[in-house]
Structure formats: C-alpha cells, structure tokens
C-alpha cells in the first residue's frame, strides 16, 4: 500500500465534454463506481476528469464550440478548457499535471489507452515501458563518450603517424646535418684557393675591395633569390592544398545539399500527415458521439428517449449517417429495420472506431519518425552552413596566396635582374684576372647559400621534430582517457541494460500479481522477455532491444505450453492489455503523479474478477473511478460511492 491513498474528497463540473451537457457530481469516496447501461455518459465523465487532469483524449460535444471541467480537490482547484479550431480542439487551463503522458499510459486505463492498444496490436512493448523512464540522458551521454573515444582513438592513430614521421624526419635531418658538413668543408677549400689567387694578384687594394663588395652583394642577392624561389614553392604547394580542400568541401556541399532539398517534402508529409491525425481525432469524436447516442436510444424507454434525445436527434442524424455508409442505415435517418440490426451496426460503428484508433496511433508514429528525420535534416542544414562558410573562407585563402605568389614572382623577376647586373660588374672587375677566379668567386657563393638554405631547413626539421615528439608525449594520457571513457561507456551501457531488466523484472512479478489475482484457469502467466535485434539505421547495422509479451497456457489434462498475443481470444487479449496497463500504474508509481485510476471499458472481464481488481487496487490510489454496467457493478461492496447517470 503506498502512502499517497488518504482519501481527500473531490467534485467535478462538467460542461459540454463529449456527451454531457452539464454535470456536477462529488468524489466522496476512495472507489468511485460510474454505473448504468450503455449511453448514459459515463465514458464522457471520465474523459471530463482525464482533461481535469492533463489529458488532451477529451472531447468535445458534438453540437458545440466550446467545453470545459473543472476539478476540485481539497483546497486545490484545477481547471480545462477546450475550444474547437476548425478540426482541431485547443486545450487551455490549468490542469492538474503538466506532462500527463504517465498518466494516459498507465493511470487512464480506457479503451482507447495506448498501452492496452499495444498488447491488442502485438507491438514491441518496450517503447510502452520505458517512455516515463528518462533513459535520454544517459542515451545521449553514450552518444558523446562514444564520439569522445571515437576522436581519442583517432589522436592514437596520428600519434602512431608522427612516431613515422619522426623517424623518416629524423633521418632527413641527418642525411642535411651530413650534407652540410661536406658543402662547409667544400667552400672552406675554395676560399682557400681564393687566399692562395688573391696573393698572387697585383691589384690595387681598392680594386680587390670592390671586387669583393660586388661578390658579397651576388652572394647576397642569390640567397635573396633562393629564399623567394622557395617561398614561391611554398605558396605554391599551399595553392594546390587549399584548391584541393575547395574541391572537397565542394563535393560534400553538394551532397548536403541533395539531401537538405528533401527538407520542404518532408515537412509537407508532417503537415499532411498532423492534418489526417486531426481528422481521425474529429471522426473518433464523431464516433464516440454517435456510439453513444444510438445506445442511448436502442436502451431507453422510448418515451425518455423522445424527451431527451429530441432537440438533438438533428445533428446526430446526418452525421450517423454519414459514418454509417460502411456498414447499415442507421434507423435515425428514417430506415425501417429491427433493433438486432441496429445493434450490430453500432458494433460495426465500434470495430469502426477501434480500427480509427489504431489508425491515429500509427499515424502519430510515423509523424514522431518524421520528426525525428526532419531534425536530422535540419543538423544537415547547419552542417550545409558551416561547409558554405568554409567554401568561403578557402576562397579567400585562394585569392590572398594568389596574390602573395604574384608579388614573389614579380619580387624574383627583379632579383633576377639584380643578379644580372652584379655580375656583369663582377666580370667588369675582374677583366684583368683569368677566369679561375671568377669560376671560384661564383662557387663559393653558391655554397654560401647552399649553405643558408641547409641551415634553415636542418632548424625546420628540428623544431617539427620537437613538436611531433611533445605531441607523441602525450600518449599515455590520451591512453588514460581512452581507458576511462570506455569503462565509463560500458557503465552507461550497462545502466541502460539493467534499468530495461529492472523494468522488465517488475512488470512481470506485478502482472503475475494481477493475473493471479483474477484466476484464470487457462491463463497460468503472462511474462515479457528482453530480446536484442539488429536493424539497420541509415548505413549501418546495429543492435536494438525489444520486449515481447507471451503467454503461458495449460491444457484440459493440465499440461502447460507457450502461446503468442496472435492466439488469444479478443476477451483474452482485453484482460492481457488491462493487465499490462495497471502493472505499469504499480511498476512506474504513477499514484506520486497523480491521485487516480480511471477505468473503464471492463466487459471482457466477469463480475467477480472485476470485484477483486478494484478491492486490490482501491489500496493503491487515493481515487479508483470505474465506468461499469449495472450487472457488473451488481456484485460491488455496498460502501462504495455509486453514481447513476450523469446529466
């Protein structure tokens, strides 16, 4: 027994919500029993208390635009509005929860209840029983650290390509170190030879002193020159990278774009698709109102029929006929037949509205996958963002090495004419001396700016060398991580695991409680069992859980087998839903939501049985509110609350 059931008394007023005019009526007792024949409006009083309480399942009454309920309980007052918008019904107010989605599952146990619709439609329950456990945010953090393992293992995997390039730079660096040391031993023999011309030479010493500020002007403007040839080299090889990146980022706009332009088609296929749930939902409301009304005048007397029914028998009319062209004629419209012909047009009216139900509950699915996709297209749309942004801003980049590239040709074109001159005024000077030395002169400064140019590229390759090792550094802390995100990964995993097992656990022993509660002699268990199946999310395949409902028979001779949901009896498959539905009322502690079980919808099962579910749940809420037909109520304690009719 939980401690939330101290009964506080309640009262509901009623106006214009699905068959009811107006009504008042008090909640004075735990177990409250809404009781009569068919079409005396007792499914559409518990619909007022449902809207009362947060749920959006109310209707309207057919002949008018606006309703509303109000609940009071204790001191707190909680009220609804609905307001008819073309096909659609707005709800306003203040209800008693502000997410009632617990509630419709497991605490409004009515014949149009989703988890009750699941069993009777042999679908995967565990969407059913894990919607009020909010496994989102462990999802979602399995999501990241799966992409945070994902980008630790790619770090790893650079690592391993630097400790390659290391070696091969490393070697590089070696082969220039020796390089090197051969082109500095080469110049010094040639300015030795240089020393040795030069002694022999009787030139004046200003002479000797412009030959050699010419030289180390030459010298200067070649390794002037070389710095901008390789600097050219550079902007160039940076030129073909940042058109290559063009070209992908390119590649993939494009095919973000192909996807992107779906965007508006499926959009269209959500409206469209809200539009038809709002007819369904208009057609349910229509349903339920011609139900009722035509059980109303086949089960009264027809002198409270004619005085009742009279100033509204008009609007009824014309729309029971049109949804009844798929089965009879109704007798509203004037057609003379029997009344056992009328009755099984209404059940026609009623497999009509199942199918109706059924109908919006797929259509709602396949809205929320809709959804789903669109905000995935939406994702592409800001990834289609950052890739134009990106396009953009390799361009620019393309544009400012183009230019940087015509500014160092133009720069070596001068330098080259530079370097024409000066030699020519080194030639002039050494018009007096043979041509070995001249020869000499020139080597020496082509091994000057070899070796300016092994210089520079020996730092290079040191200082990337010493980047590449203080990234590889980082190794066993990257390890760590890795390590850490994976045990933390199996934990999230885990806890999800354990959590649908918990759920599944206690769903069982719950709905044995029930089931053996009710004692059905052929019905010896009804269990859930977790099943893992592959299916297959855009590319790839992966694994998802699913939970399949069975149930466990015995023979006339006593002998128990497995049987399916597809083998039950429709009464059968009536108890299994109803089963299923308040087993999750006791599994989720739906009464620290709300203070209330609604049932109705109770003909599959007999008298006594639907004796002892009240009796056993009554304990397990503040407020049980049964719709039942007279003969079921007939074998209820005396001590409850009865209410007859509702106006």
């Known amino acids: 027994m939980n401690n939330n059931n101290i009964h506080t008394p309640a009262s509901v007023s009623i106006k214009n919500i699905g068959g009811i005019d107006t009504a008042t009526f008090s909640l004075s007792d735990s177990v409250i029993i809404l009781t009569g024949e068919n079409a005396t409006n007792r499914t559409s009083a518990l619909q007022a208390i449902m809207a009362a309480l947060g749920s959006n399942q109310a209707s309207l009454k057919g002949d008018t635009d606006e309703g509303s309920v109000q609940l009071d309980i204790g001191d707190a007052t909680y009220t609804r509005y609905l307001r008819r918008e073309g096909d659609k019904v707005r709800y306003e107010g203040d209800p008693y929860l502000n997410d009632p989605t617990v509630a419709d599952l497991f605490a409004f146990v009515v014949e149009s209840n989703a988890a009750r619709q699941a069993v009777r439609r042999g679908d995967d329950l565990r969407e059913i029983i894990m919607r009020p456990i909010d496994t989102g945010q462990i999802e979602s953090d399995i999501e990241q650290c799966q992409r945070d393992r994902d980008d630790i293992e790619t770090q790893l995997e650079r690592l391993d390509e630097l400790e390659t390039e290391v070696s091969s730079l490393t070697e590089q660096r070696e082969d220039k170190q020796s390089t090197l040391g051969e082109v500095r031993a080469e110049l010094e023999e040639i300015e030795s030879k240089i020393e040795q011309r030069d002694a022999k030479i009787a030139d004046k010493q200003s002479v000797k002193q412009k030959r050699e500020d010419a030289y180390a002007q030459l010298r200067e403007a070649q390794s002037t020159l070389d710095s901008l040839t390789y600097d ?31 965007d508006a088609e499926f959009q269209q296929r959500i409206e469209d698709l ?53 089965t009879t004629t109704c007798w509203t419209c004037g057609s003379d037949v029997s009344t056992a012909a009328i009755r099984d047009t209404v059940e026609d009216l009623k497999s009509v509205r199942q199918d109706v139900v059924a109908e919006q509950n797929e259509v709602t699915s396949t809205i929320d996958e809709l959804v789903t996709r669109q905000s995935k297209i939406e994702e592409q749309k800001r990834e289609r963002e950052e890739l134009t942004e990106r396009l953009e801003s390799v361009d620019d980049e393309i544009k400012t090495t183009q230019e940087t590239i015509e500014k160092l040709e133009t720069q070596i074109e001068a330098k080259e004419a530079e370097i024409t001159e000066l030699k020519d005024e080194v030639e002039s000077l050494e018009a007096d001396t043979d041509d070995t030395i001249i020869q000499l002169h020139q080597d020496a400064t082509e091994k000057e700016v070899r070796i300016e140019r092994l210089e520079e590229e020996i730092e290079e390759l040191t200082e990337t060398i010493a980047n590449h090792e203080a990234t590889i550094a980082t190794r066993s802390e990257l390890v760590d991580e890795r390590d850490a995100l994976t045990e933390r990964l199996t934990d999230l995993r885990n806890r999800v695991d354990q959590i649908e097992t918990d759920a599944i656990n206690e769903f069982n022993d719950r709905m044995e409680t029930v089931l053996e509660l009710l004692g059905y002699d052929n019905l010896d268990r009804i269990w859930i069992e977790q099943k893992e199946t592959e299916v297959r999310k855009g590319r790839r395949k992966t694994s998802q859980s699913t939970f399949d409902m069975h149930v466990v028979r015995t023979t006339a001779d006593g002998a128990a087998y497995e049987d399916t949901l597809a083998h039950l009896s429709e009464s059968e498959r009536e108890v299994t839903g109803l089963v299923f539905a308040l087993a999750g009322y006791l599994v989720h502690d739906v009464s620290d939501t709300v203070p209330f079980i609604l049932l109705d919808s109770l003909e599959a099962i007999d008298k006594d049985r639907i004796a002892k579910l009240i009796d056993h749940f009554e304990s397990e809420t503040t407020h049980l509110v049964a719709a039942l037909l007279t003969e079921d109520a007939a074998g209820l304690p005396d001590e409850y609350q009865y209410i007859e009719s509702v106006a």
């Open 232 to 262: 050219l080299e550079t902007e160039q090889e940076t030129l073909e990278t940042l058109k290559q990146t063009r070209d992908e980022v390119t590649t993939t706009l494009d095919d973000v774009s192909e996807v992107v332009q779906d």
């Open 274 to 326: 809200r539009e038809r749930k709002t007819s369904l939902t208009r057609r349910l409301t229509d349903l339920n109102s011609i139900i009722e009304f035509n059980e109303e005048m086949l089960d009264e007397r027809p002198e409270q029929a004619l005085q009742q029914t009279h100033d509204r028998k008009q609007n009824q009319a014309a729309l029971t006929a049109q949804l009844a062209e798929e």
